[in-house]
């Protein structure tokens, strides 16, 4: 067997996803939790494919999991793969049988199976093949019978298997109550377990930060390293992320909202996804809830991850929880303006707009406050995009308490005076207001058919700062249009 070298100094961690689907939420913040423990303590990031279910595995998978991860934007320092480490896997496995830690289980119903249903309870162990003579175990594996490989779990001994979760505390269970658990399937590939911890002690890993469903399995794997030889990484598991009905976050039952590609695709930002997913089940000191990756990285500790499961908010009718949603619209205002239009831009394009990068950039600003995801930027700001607006709804033209002669009064008089008006904020800021004075109206009851003559609708950014980015030509022509609407109507 190899050797399995002594723990270092600083924190080695690890995240290990199999690849049987998408990047799931939950596994996204295993990997997340991870990162931020091994950069808050200048350790070490291990990324490691847990990919020896050949039946379970695809290539769509693996891409799926790199993809959401580097959308993320969270690194990592050393890479592998389980199933480049089949042999040595297979030389562990023999090291614990040479020790007589492990047995040949020969029965074909429940080869390769932890677990195996009884009318007296739980399935501990096969009597039968665990008292087999040494001698004829080796006789039939050399007749080529094909057998699983069970560890010897000691029993009758009233021994106790204890460890200390990071989270939940002290844990303590009876071998007599663990099962004779597989180490090899019958046909030689090596199982879940054995392969993670030996991955684990191979790869030198200090700390397993893993989700609280992994807990129970924690007894077998204390037995793993004992039968390595190396001593065990300390543990930690993290609440559970639940629907709102309280049932665990499942790809088959809850679809894609589970998955990271959808928040990526509907125009979350990376580090306020990130933000997102470390309030669920884990807190700082101070309760603060907007943070930035460096401010994460300094406030993360175990002891700030809660017991209890998280709760993930959605419907049917709304798949995004709203705390994400409100973080997301924090994180972009917090963006520098040309990096906020660079991450807009792709939105545009993808919404069949041909945008030039600059007149994104001026577009940007106007909306920032508007918008709650990247890609409400297409239904905020589509207008600036168009050669041409839908046709109007004439009551929109008309300014409340107002009518249409006024408000075509106001658009009529709009074309006089902005062919001469220098389209910046303040010169327009005067002009339009002098206009409003003139025609004897407030500011709002001038501004309203204008706004909804050069955009389309009364909801709309800023007047001033609109129509100097649409830019002359294109407001005379669209006002000339609103004209016409309006005597269409008349």
């Known amino acids: 067997m190899p050797q399995i070298m002594h723990s270092p100094s600083k924190p080695r961690v690890r995240f290990a996803p199999s690849p049987t689907g998408f990047l799931h939420v939950g596994s996204a913040r295993t990997f997340i939790f991870n990162w931020l423990y091994a950069r808050h303590n200048q350790g070490t990031m291990v990324l490691r494919l847990d990919d020896t279910d050949v039946e379970r595995n695809s290539d769509a998978s693996v891409q799926s999991i790199f993809e959401g991860l ?3 934007g969270l690194d990592w320092d050393e890479e592998y793969k389980q199933s480049e480490r089949l042999g040595l896997h297979r030389q562990a496995a023999e090291a614990i049988f040479a020790k007589d830690l492990a047995y040949r289980d020969f029965t074909p119903a429940h080869a390769g199976d932890d677990s195996q249903p009884s009318a007296q309870g739980a399935w501990l162990c096969n009597p039968g093949m665990r008292e087999m003579p040494r001698e004829e175990s080796d006789r039939r594996a050399a007749a080529g019978e094909p057998f699983a490989l069970r560890y010897r779990v000691p029993r009758g001994e009233g021994r106790t298997l204890r460890f200390v979760d990071g989270v939940y505390g002290p844990q303590a269970k009876l071998a007599d109550e663990v099962e004779d658990f597989a180490l090899l399937r019958s046909d030689g590939m090596p199982t879940y377990h054995l392969a993670s911890c030996f991955d684990d002690a191979d790869l030198r890993i200090t700390n397993i930060i893993r989700g609280q469903d992994h807990l129970t399995n924690t007894f077998k794997h204390l037995l793993i390293f004992e039968g390595l030889g190396a001593a065990p990484p300390q543990f930690a598991h993290l609440p559970l992320l639940v629907a709102p009905d309280g049932a665990k976050l499942s790809k088959r039952k809850h679809g894609p909202v589970v998955s990271v590609t959808t928040y990526r695709d509907a125009g979350f930002l990376p580090q306020a996804f990130v933000n997102f997913l470390c309030l669920l089940g884990w807190s700082p000191k101070n309760d603060r809830e907007f943070l930035a990756r460096d401010e994460l990285v300094a406030a993360f500790t175990l002891e700030g991850v809660n017991r209890s499961n998280a709760v993930v908010n959605f419907t049917e009718e709304d798949p995004f929880d709203p705390k994400a949603v409100w973080l997301n619209a924090e994180h972009i205002r917090a963006l520098d303006v040309n990096d906020l239009s660079a991450r807009l831009l792709p939105f545009f394009v993808q919404a069949g707009f041909h945008p030039r990068a600059e007149k994104v950039a001026a577009v940007t600003p106007l909306i920032r406050e508007r918008i709650k995801l990247l890609r409400d930027a297409v239904s905020a700001a589509d207008f600036f995009f168009v050669e041409e607006l839908p046709a109007y709804d004439p009551t929109e033209l008309v300014p409340q308490k107002g009518d249409a002669a006024m408000a075509r009064r106001v ?28 025609l004897g109206l407030k500011a709002g009851q001038a501004f309203q058919p204008i706004r909804v003559a050069v955009c389309g609708r009364k909801n709309a950014p800023p007047l001033f700062e609109t129509l100097a980015v649409l830019g002359r030509d294109a407001c005379l022509k669209r006002i000339g249009k609103a004209i016409a609407s309006l005597l269409s109507h008349a």
Request: aromatic share 6%; proline share 3%.
């Open 70 to 72: 580097r959308w993320l």
């Open 411 to 438: 658009l009529e008089h709009a074309l006089e005076v902005l062919p001469a008006v220098a389209f910046d904020h303040d010169s327009l800021d005067h002009a339009l207001r002098a206009a409003a004075a003139h």
